[in-house]
Every structure is written in structure tokens, then in C-alpha cells.
């Protein structure tokens, strides 16, 4: 089973995956997606987070604000987008933000 998944990889190369929540959908075909990452911090080790805002291209406009969604690296698709959605991993309760 090993050999199977090792395969896959090779054919599509090694590609780094994110998970994170949708905080963005107002683009066409795109979404931002923010990344949590916890790490120690280098000198007082109290783990610490940290986020990314990474944009994501959505080809059907599938994922909404407040998804959990996961994300794979992919070449240049514009200025800001080297991601790409492969799955919505959670929906939304459907909470809407309020217009400003």
C-alpha cells in the first residue's frame, strides 16, 4: 500500500498540503485561506501561533467563509496564488459576516 501512494506522489511530484479556514471568497475563483502554525518561540519556548493568509484558486467556487478546507502548492497561477483547493474538509455552521 505504501508503493501505491508512493507512486501518486512521484507522478504529481511532492507538494506540500494546508489546512485552514476560508476568511475570503469575494474573488472570482479564488479564496484566502488562513493557515494556523504553532511553533516555540526560539529564545523563551512558549509555543506561540503564528498565521498565513494564503490565496487559493477555487476552479467552482465550492468553499465559503468559515470552511475548513485543505490546500495543495502549485505553480504560479497569478501574482499572489500558489494554492489550490482539493477539498472542503468542513462546512460552516453558516454563520455570515456582517457588512461593514
Same mark, same amino acid.
Given at each position: 500500500?505504501?508503493?501505491?501512494?508512493?507512486?501518486? +506522489?512521484? *507522478?504529481?511530484?511532492?507538494? %506540500?498540503?494546508?489546512?485552514?479556514?476560508?476568511?475570503?471568497? %469575494?474573488?472570482? %475563483?479564488?479564496?484566502?485561506? +488562513?493557515?494556523?502554525?504553532?511553533?516555540?518561540?526560539?529564545?523563551?519556548? %512558549?509555543?506561540?501561533?503564528?498565521?498565513?493568509?494564503?490565496?487559493?484558486?477555487?476552479?467552482?467556487?465550492? *468553499?465559503?467563509?468559515?470552511?475548513?478546507?485543505?490546500? +495543495?502548492?502549485?505553480?504560479?497561477?497569478?501574482?499572489?496564488?500558489?494554492?489550490?483547493?482539493?477539498?472542503?474538509?468542513?462546512?460552516? *455552521?453558516?454563520?455570515?459576516? *456582517?457588512?461593514?
Amino acid at each position: 500500500m505504501a508503493e501505491e501512494t508512493n507512486t501518486v +506522489q512521484t *507522478a504529481r511530484g511532492y507538494r %506540500k498540503e494546508r489546512v485552514g479556514k476560508v476568511i475570503s471568497n %469575494k474573488m472570482a %475563483k479564488t479564496i484566502v485561506v +488562513q493557515v494556523e502554525r504553532r511553533y516555540p518561540h526560539p529564545r523563551f519556548r %512558549k509555543v506561540v501561533t503564528g498565521y498565513k493568509k494564503l490565496y487559493a484558486h477555487d476552479e467552482k467556487s465550492e *468553499a465559503k467563509v468559515g470552511d475548513r478546507v485543505r490546500i +495543495q502548492e502549485t505553480r504560479p497561477l497569478s501574482k499572489l496564488k500558489r494554492w489550490r483547493l482539493v477539498e472542503v474538509v468542513e462546512r460552516s *455552521a453558516g454563520a455570515v459576516p *456582517a457588512a461593514a
